[in-house]
């Protein structure tokens, strides 16, 4: 039987003041000051003297059926496209298990860490078929309350090869897939590929989450998609991910794509671990980071997150499911303020998911991470493995870090 409550002691918030936090059910009862929540029969406290108690952290953009892949399929000096070509040739070797078994331990890991809801893509296409969807799907399912996961069906080319994607789609649709996704920079006809994945998804009434602009190049296909979004018939959500080369233009170009982003309401989930390692190989001088503008996207209004992308793939080895190492990365490689960076792993990916807000403060869910650390700025700092991860009164994951004197 669960809880009946939970009683957190003596935390320390993001702001630096401290509190007690009493958790009834799924939310957030009371936030009292130190000492004043007095426990109650059948409730479970722990003391977090010596915690942050920040909002459980989410994951908007990850790759769970290519996680943990990396030693079987290295790719050294990788850029994308060589990336997307060796995973092509190694995904017709995997099956159903094999992909739900890495899936799992990749979600688990993200749990250790504080991720209490994982947005994933799923490949869907020649060689894979719909193993991949079929092994998320499982997955979802087995993890429900512990981590939510949404499953994005990603089609990365309707020409050629691609040409059967569309019913494709409808068949992941018909699996249990929860959105359709894709990648229209990588098609021979990006326009045509935009066009196919939102009709689709309007049809069945499913959001969007594509690959927009991932590369360093001219070709900006995001403004497109802003227009297709924000017209009549539109899918419920829309999100583009990566939008690279926007961090490439002008800043006028910037802005004005920005507000054209935000009135169509577009959400953009930015991924500084694979950015930073994938783009720009081939630019010795002056390499650029390969991000999307993420201050001018905020300052236009844009639904902002940002995600972790690949966890230890080929697309990115050293990837590890840690939001804490993704809001360093956007404090260092994006210059946002701690704050900022935090609420884009936190609360800005939890509503480009579309799930309700997880704050500590009385009525919002209880999803939440206290980590070992002073403040906010530490705990992203050290980004220690020293957590503990709460949903609703159950303390669902707890990791103690042992010093040795």
Known sequence: MPPEGLLLQGATLADGSRADVRVSGDLIAEVAAPGRAVPRPGETVTDLDGYVLLPA???????????????????PNADLPAAVAAWREH????????IARRARRAALLGLSYGVTAIRTHADVGPGVEL??????????????????VQVVAMANSFTGEGSESPS???????????????????DEDPAHHLRTVLAMAAEHGVPVDLHMDEHLGDALDLPALAHLAGSPGAPPAVTASHCVSLGMRTPAVQEEVSRTVAAAGVGVVVCPPTNLYLQGRDLQTGTPRGLAPVGELLRAGVLVAAGGDNVQDPFNPLGRCDPLQTAQLLVMAGHLTVDQAYDLVSDGARRVMGLPPARVEPGFRAELLAIAAGSLREA???TTEARIVIRGPRIVHR???VHDP
């Open 91 to 98: 995904r017709s070797t995997l099956t159903t298990e094999d």
């Open 380 to 382: 992203i700092a050290t």
């Open 399 to 401: 990791t103690r870090v």
């Open 168 to 186: 494709r789609l409808r068949d992941a649709l018909a699996l249990g897939a929860d959105m359709l996704g894709g990648a229209p920079h990588i």
């Open 131 to 148: 193993r991949a969807v079929e092994a998320l799907v499982d997955v979802r399912d087995e993890l429900r309350g512990l981590v939510d």
């Open 57 to 75: 952290p989410a994951e908007p953009h990850a790759h769970l059926d290519k996680a943990l892949t990396a030693d079987e399929v290295p790719v």
